[in-house]
């Protein structure tokens, strides 16, 4: 098959291209084993918004929905049952990409958002999602709560490979990335342990950053030109900060003995203001060893008229200046994120919340 080019241009330039949605029908359709062949998809995020959706829109999880009902299982075991069962599809769709690349190929299942706050039950899901899918092309997507940090740590120390989410500040991305390091170093403490396939990504989210910033610029009565780039400069800067550390002497220990680079992935990337380039989050975001995630939407978008920007290396004193005239203007960056975070886990709370009611309702329906 021939990938589209301004997809595989993407590719060339060091950003691995992800979809962030993921359902039963996409697996069976063919769709998404298309998306791999022709729009260089090489992983999929998933999150409970998307499962939601995927079961509450389709008839594919009838069967499997009635047997879990004549068997009267648990509205919990039946939501685990059922994304479990197509992320390990995925992952079997996947697996070649896996083998091919070493790094991607990699299909996210996140711990419910219900424990985003409580580090030992989000370790203890972790290593029982781990289990359940029993595939090692699967990230576990953990929160980058504060609770969620130690949680990585462990998990990781643990030979589970990680999606860390809900990441919106600098200052928390380097919490993330000293999590990462630290359970690297205590799986290293160990003699017999190994970091043969240990992965990571963390999920730096973009379009929301923007949303919120401005909103507060509008308040503010500040200068409309500084609309929509807080979120790339944000984005930006991160990536810096990630080539510091991972430049560092005690990365390059770690290295030494077989430890992989957290890549930064770029999240929420769907443009969310119609005013804006609808492939704004990822022209402008092309940097080496990267992740953008992307709704199809906007992967068709830039598939159609996708154009490369400015490599992020480029970019860290615009960007610098960008974040320091919205403060400057007003904003409180870390108020922003802080009501950013506890927004993103409320919002997958409730969807997850949502997701078990309708499932519940399906497995009384039909036992």
């Not at 791999?36 to 995020?45: A, I, P």
């Not at 008839?59 to 479990?84: C, F, N, P, W």
């Not at 899918?133 to 699967?138: H, Q, S, Y």
């Not at 870390?334 to 927004?343: A, H, I």
């Amino acid at each position: 098959m021939t990938q589209n080019e301004n997809l595989a241009n993407l590719s060339k330039n060091g950003v691995a291209v992800w979809l962030d949605d993921l359902s039963r029908d996409r697996i069976r359709s063919g769709n998404l084993q298309s998306l791999v062949d022709e729009h260089s998809v090489v992983g999929v995020t998933t999150n409970p918004s998307i499962f939601a959706a995927a079961i509450s829109g389709s008839k594919s999880y009838d069967d499997q929905l009635h047997a879990m009902a004549v068997r009267g299982v648990s509205v919990e075991e039946a939501l685990r049952t059922i994304t479990g069962a197509d992320v390990r599809d995925a992952c079997d769709l996947l697996a070649p990409v896996a083998a091919r690349t070493g790094r991607d190929g990699r299909v996210s299942l996140e711990v419910a958002p219900s424990l985003a706050h409580d580090t030992d039950a989000t370790a203890a899901e972790a290593a029982h999602l781990w289990w359940l899918v029993d595939r090692p092309n699967l990230f576990i997507k953990i929160p980058a709560t504060v609770e969620g940090l130690p949680a990585i740590t462990e998990t990781i120390a643990n030979g589970i490979s990680v999606n860390v989410t809900l990441i919106f500040s600098l200052e928390r991305y380097e919490a993330v990335m000293e999590a990462y390091l630290a359970g690297l170093e205590k799986r290293a403490a160990d003699p017999d342990a190994g970091f043969d396939g240990i992965e990571s990504v963390a999920s730096f989210f973009v379009s929301r950053v923007d949303t919120e910033i401005d909103k507060r610029l509008d308040d503010a009565g500040a200068d409309p030109a500084l609309k929509g780039k807080a979120g790339v400069a944000n984005a930006q800067l991160a990536y810096q900060a990630c080539q510091e550390v991972f430049s560092s002497d005690r990365w390059k220990a770690l290295e030494a003995r077989g430890a992989s680079k957290q890549r930064p992935l770029w999240a929420s990337t769907g443009v969310k203001n119609p005013d804006y380039s609808d492939t704004l989050y990822l022209s402008e975001l092309i940097a080496t060893d990267t992740v953008n995630t992307m709704p199809e939407k906007t992967m068709q978008a830039f598939a159609d008229h996708g154009k490369l920007g400015r490599p992020v290396t480029e970019t860290y004193a615009d960007a610098s200046a960008v974040l320091e005239a919205v403060v400057d203007a007003g904003i409180d960056l870390d108020d922003v994120f802080e009501v950013l975070e506890e927004e993103g886990v409320r919002k997958f709370a409730d969807a997850w919340d949502d997701l078990t009611t309708s499932v519940q309702e399906q497995l009384q329906d039909k036992a």
